[in-house]
Nanobody
Framework: QVQLVESGGGLVQPGGSLRLSCAAS????????MGWYRQAPGKQRELVAG???????NYADSVKGRFTISRDNAQNTVYLQMSSLKPEDTALYYC??????????????WGQGTQVTVSA
């Protein structure tokens, strides 16, 4: 079983910055992709950013140039640096990790979510 623990959310003013962290623990051999999703009230969960095990990244158009995803493979941790935050970035942010317990396929796990609120 894999546990993902997120931290770093909070209340920030528009234009401010936050850094989210998500640490994976449990029984697995390796982690493939990791990423961040978000869900605002009344909206569907959407991809914010993803990163592969070799560091390739992808971003939602709405956050390109403002958010940066990174990971520390030795610590099984993924980060999301968020800058120039806007009120529309307000959401519950979830991290995910695709972990392997064998060489053939990965299983996706989710964190419990951390709230980000952007408001004056």
């Amino acid at each position: 079983q894999v546990q993902l623990v997120e931290s770093g959310g909070g209340l920030v003013q528009p234009g401010g910055s936050l850094r989210l962290s998500c640490a994976a623990s449990g029984r697995f051999l390796s982690i493939d992709a990791m990423g961040w999703y978000r869900q605002a009230p009344g909206k569907q969960r959407e991809l914010v950013a993803g990163i592969t095990s070799d560091g390739r990244t992808n971003y939602a158009d709405s956050v390109k140039g403002r958010f940066t995803i990174s990971r520390d493979n030795a610590q099984n941790t993924v980060y999301l640096q968020m800058s120039s935050l806007k009120p529309e970035d307000t959401a519950l942010y979830y991290c995910n990790a695709d972990t392997k317990t064998n060489p053939f396929y990965a299983t996706r796990s989710w964190g419990q979510g951390t709230q980000v609120t952007v408001s004056a």
